[in-house]
Structure formats: C-alpha cells, structure tokens
C-alpha cells in the first residue's frame, strides 16, 4: 500500500478507500495487510486516472530518473514499446525486444527510467504574446 501510495502520488489512506470502493484491486495476505498488486496498479495508472497539477516546483534529481511501474509491453520480432508510468508522467521506451524479454518487463512491473536526451521539442502554449525578432524591436505577428 506504501509503494503504491508512493506511485500514484496520494496517502495509504486515500489507496485503501478506492480498494475498500473497489476502484483500485487489491488483497489481504494471510497475516491480513493489503496489497495491491502490480497489474491491478498498472490498470489504474494507465486508465484515465490523473494527478492534479502542482503549482510548486519538485525537486528531480539531475541524472532524470523516473521510478514507475510499466503499464504497457508491445512486442514484435525486433522491437519492444514499453510504457511506464512514473506519477503524473507517462514515459515510452522503445527497445530492442531481447532487452525487455531479459528484463522481464510486463504490465505491474516496477521499473526505472533513466532519461538522457540530445533531442528537446520546444512548443509554444495555445496563447502567447508575440515575441520581438532579434536586432528590430517589434513584435512578429
């Protein structure tokens, strides 16, 4: 309940009211604690389950680790989509398909994805303010 807590970024309370409402599966062991398990983790994350954004900035570690859980495996005879969910951020993998089948990554499996990147996508938001073009002073249209 912790781990999973920890994951869908909420409190053990709130993960034991949805299993108690039956939003999110989980069981008792013999010695009676509940858990939840990583499938029945990896089907709520992947549905249209969100967190609330965050007004505050959080703090990442430089090397851009992001633990999740993987939510999705797509294979073919060379190439493996894997997805994983790592709180509010959906993050894909593509690899080589002995890769995943040595890592034995499958939907409830807890991963971590280290992120290193030459590539950065800039976009602009839906409204913004025209920009001055360097050296005229005036904004583009």
């Not at 807590?5 to 009211?17: I, K, M, P, Q």
């Not at 039956?22 to 858990?35: D, N, Y």
């Not at 790592?86 to 971590?112: F, K």
Request: a negative charge; glycine letters at 10%; charged letters at 25%.
């Amino acid at each position: 309940m912790g781990q999973a807590a920890e994951l869908l970024g909420v409190s053990v309370d709130t993960v034991r009211r949805w299993a108690d409402a039956g939003r999110l599966g989980a069981r008792r062991t013999e010695g009676g604690q509940r858990v939840v398990e990583g499938v029945s983790l990896a089907e709520f994350m992947s549905g249209h389950w969100h967190l609330p954004e965050h007004d505050e900035v959080i703090a990442q570690s430089a090397r851009n680790r992001f633990q999740g859980i993987v939510t999705r495996v797509i294979k073919d005879d060379i190439v493996a989509k894997v997805e994983l969910q790592a709180g509010p951020y959906r993050v894909v993998s593509l690899m080589t398909r002995e890769a995943a089948d040595e890592l034995q990554l499958a939907p409830g499996v807890m991963a971590v994805a280290a992120v290193k990147s030459t590539n950065v996508v800039v976009e602009l938001p839906p409204t913004h303010e025209p920009v001055a073009e360097p050296g005229r002073g005036e904004p583009r249209s």
